[in-house]
């Protein structure tokens, strides 16, 4: 797991690497730059010897990362459900969208692909955590199960099954959706609701789409999921009223086709989307603003 060495340049390029982990195994920018802090401040607190005798400072890096986030992963439940309302990962931005240079902020060092998607982050928080590390770290990136095993504390054989047992309900959610077609669906999302058109969102989303919504009991939104295209439709023309000013932007959320919306240039929601045959299957809109500071350099 990772390089050897810890001068200046290898050391940015492990953390880089770490913070691409830790968010995918805590959907959370702050939570995986806290626990990639943590895991340098044992590296550092170590005697000059004992660092010595490390082959691998970069695999004991991320061994120790991971087993952090693990912890803290065992811990969430726990602070979920004390969450006011439904609990959604920490959606990223596209800095190259803003003519943005990035490196500063942690969400600028992580790599947007289909193992961060909003989608597949949902199916991630579905597993057991022992489940959500064994396949991040073998299937997303290909860490051999005996360097899995030290971090679980199990035999690698014991790891594998839970890879597979992780990857079933992967390959589930896999089948179900598909991102063709999905900016064009979501700009028709964005049109219908501007013009406030509840029949043509009701055309947009399928009849048994599911809408879930994070305010984090910060701001006001749906405690419960909305379930059923016309409600969905009813529920964002309501928003729409209630908002005179509110605008609408089509922006990449985790490398895929989303929308913003901006009120006095202030980033309010966040909205990803699930596309499935040419309709939206599901909406997660994050409108807790503790979640949003990565959004709050738009331009």
Known sequence: ??????????????????????????????????????????????????????????????????????????SAR???????????????????????????DPADQIVQDESVTVAFLVVLESMTPAERVAFV??????YPF???????????????QLAASARRRVSVARSRATTTGQADVVRHVKEAWESKDIAALVALLDPAAVMTADGGGMVGTVLRPV?????????????????????????????????VARRAGVVMTVASFDVSDGRVTRIWAVRNPEKLRPWTRES
């Open 1 to 74: 797991m990772g390089t050897d060495g810890t001068g200046a340049d290898e050391t940015a390029g492990e953390r880089r690497q770490l913070i691409n982990v830790a968010y995918r195994l805590l959907g959370s920018v702050s939570e995986a730059e806290d626990a990639v802090q943590e895991a340098y401040a044992r590296w550092f607190a170590l005697p000059p010897a004992r660092q010595e005798e490390v082959l691998s400072p970069g695999a004991w890096l991320s061994t120790v990362t991971s087993r952090i986030c693990l912890d803290l992963l065992g």
């Open 78 to 104: 726990a602070r979920r459900e004390r969450y006011v309302g439904a609990w959604l990962p920490e959606p990223l931005p596209d800095r190259t969208e803003w003519g943005h240079a990035g490196g500063a």
């Open 137 to 142: 770290l073998h299937d997303v990136f290909r």
């Open 146 to 160: 005996a360097e899995i095993a030290d971090v679980l504390g199990r035999t690698p054989a014991a790891c594998k």
């Open 227 to 259: 379930e059923g295209g016309t409600r969905i439709a009813q529920y964002m023309v309501a928003i729409a009223d209630k908002a005179p000013g509110l605008e609408l932007v089509e922006r990449s959320v985790n490398g895929v086709p989303g929308l």
